[in-house]
């Protein structure tokens, strides 16, 4: 997961990309950058890895001339983590073109081919964001046109959709021209269009998230739909068009459980609502399997699980106590490479206020368990603390099979609840009994949001990919995720 936003306004953009990327930085702390464009057709740029705040200094953004420009936070998925990974990614051909990509291509290494043998495109990277952005480069070049229309764009992106398998939302600043917005033809990854009064014109944004619109002063206009391209000339004047024939909207639900800030609304579904629905059903479904529970409190694991959890707890009648505080400057655990560092770094990361826990049976809510390393440490910490008996409830069904689409969480084999039954991943965690969303309330807390959507991505809880995958492919990723084969890798 990554987050990108391109903004067209009538004087310079680079402070409101810098602001969009503050807001964007929960989706990827690697790296970040950005590209702008000024009057005379040159580019500005600045991309390094960190958070944006240590990437972007006073100095370079006095360089960043542009009315507009294309930004992106990185959170490593395909590839590796490396300066040379950071976006936005530039071809030269043709007019300049850099690409922000959230995603991840399902069918890159054989597109990587194609490019190098067939297009004679080199590639400096593994990335597939890179190879997204030279196929598209290709068949923009293919309409061989010196200025291009909205009309030639497009068409290169129906092209790019019939090669590109896999998820992907993309900003790309042509230069001299304007931005072009698309989101892949099921919509797995987000794309919001925000607008907002000029002086003399409208001004646009489109980002992974339109949580930073109200902040810049940008109304939300609309979701980008599946298979749409939307294009913003450099005057601001914008245009769309399907471009997809099987476009079918199948949005990532793991964006509502946890990827997302609870302020944005994506495919019009309140993140926040959503989440108060998770916790409703989590409630349904505890008195459904314990009516006589004799839980004392609810306890969220901080800070996603915290609205269902609130609203778990108002609908079971329970109180709602704050039973842990979050050490915010630590960063995410997960990004730690290895098993043992990610145990460590949970304890770091919470510290817990024992009181809470003293004589009481308690109930833990996560937004979701991966591989059991925060769940089995809390509940430790939980029992060292006093409490009688720990219950563990996640808002999101069992994690059993990896995300092929832009999220980096687990190889297969290390995903806690992969191959085991809800009793098993209980034992394994050490709680007196688990609670897991049903996967249709899932469903129901998200699409409850919008009815108009009926399908969501939800491959990581059922294993069925809404798009082409080899078998090779789903095997070099559990290669390249897996903690044990990387150990074995570096040793060699
Ligand atoms: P684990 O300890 O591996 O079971 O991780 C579960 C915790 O990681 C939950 O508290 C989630 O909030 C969080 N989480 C879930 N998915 C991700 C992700 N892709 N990146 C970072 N953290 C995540």
Same mark, same amino acid.
Request: charged share 20%; with cysteine.
């Given at each position: 997961m990554c987050g990108i936003v391109g903004i067209s306004a009538e004087s310079n953009v680079a402070s409101e990309i810098y602001e969009s990327l503050l807001m964007l930085q929960h989706r990827g702390q690697d790296a970040a950058g950005m590209v702008v464009c000024d009057d005379e057709g040159r580019l500005n740029s600045r991309k390094s890895m960190g958070y944006v705040r240590d990437v972007f200094q006073q100095r370079h953004m006095e360089k960043l001339i542009g009315s507009y420009g294309v930004g992106h936070v990185r959170y490593p998925t395909a590839g590796g983590a490396g300066k040379e990974f950071a976006q936005p990614m530039y071809v030269n051909s043709p007019y300049g073109i850099s690409l922000a990509h959230n995603g991840n291509l399902t069918n890159s290494k054989s597109l990587a081919k194609e490019l190098f043998f067939a297009e004679m495109r080199h590639l400096n990277t593994d990335s597939d964001s890179e190879v997204l952005l030279n196929i598209l480069a290709h068949e923009i070049a293919k309409q061989k046109a010196i200025n291009p229309t909205p009309e030639h764009l497009f068409k290169a992106v129906s092209k790019t959709h019939i090669r590109c398998d896999g998820a992907y939302a993309v900003v790309a600043l042509i230069t001299g021209a304007g931005i072009l917005a698309f989101r892949d033809p099921n919509g797995i990854r987000p794309l919001v269009i925000g607008e907002r009064e000029g002086k003399n014109r409208k001004e646009y944004v489109i980002a992974s998230e339109n949580a930073l619109f109200a902040s810049l002063g940008f109304k939300t206009l609309r979701d980008v739909e599946p298979g749409e391209a939307v294009f913003i000339d450099k005057k601001g004047i914008i245009s769309s068009k399907?471009?997809?024939? /099987?476009a079918k909207s199948q949005p990532c639900i793991f964006e509502y459980v946890y990827? /997302? +800030?609870?302020?944005s609304t994506l495919d019009q579904i309140s993140v926040y609502q959503s989440r108060m629905r998770m916790g409703k059903y989590l409630a349904k479904n505890i008195l459904d399997n314990m009516s006589d529970h004799d839980i004392d409190v609810v306890i969220p694991i901080?800070?996603?699980s915290t609205t269902a959890a609130l609203q778990l707890a108002n609908e079971l009648n329970i109180p709602y106590r704050e039973g842990f505080v979050k050490n +915010?400057? !630590?960063?995410?655990?997960? !990004?730690?490479?290895y098993q043992e560092e990610r145990k460590k770094s949970v304890r770091r990361k919470l510290n817990i206020l024992e009181l809470e826990f003293l004589n009481k049976n308690v109930l833990l809510v996560d937004d979701s368990i991966v591989r059991g390393t925060t769940s089995k440490k809390i509940i430790e910490m939980a029992k060292m603390a006093g409490a009688k008996k720990v219950y563990f409830a996640s808002a999101?069904?069992? !994690? +059993?099979y990896q995300n092929l689409y832009g999220i980096d969480m687990a190889a297969t084999e290390e995903l806690v609840a992969h191959n085991k039954t809800e009793e098993e991943v209980c034992v394994e965690i050490g709680a007196d009994k688990i609670f897991y969303q049903q996967l249709d309330d899932l469903i129901s807390s998200a699409k409850e949001g919008n009815p108009k959507i009926t399908d969501f991505e939800i491959s990581i809880f059922?294993?069925?990919?809404?798009t082409p995958i080899s078998s090779s492919y789903l095997e070099d990723l559990e290669m390249s995720r897996s903690d044990s084969k990387k150990i074995t890798r570096e040793a060699k």
């Open positions: 399907q471009c997809s024939l /099987s990827l /997302s +800030r609870p302020d901080p800070d996603s +915010r400057y !630590i960063g995410r655990t997960f !990004i730690m490479p999101a069904p069992p !994690i +059993r059922n294993g069925e990919y809404p």
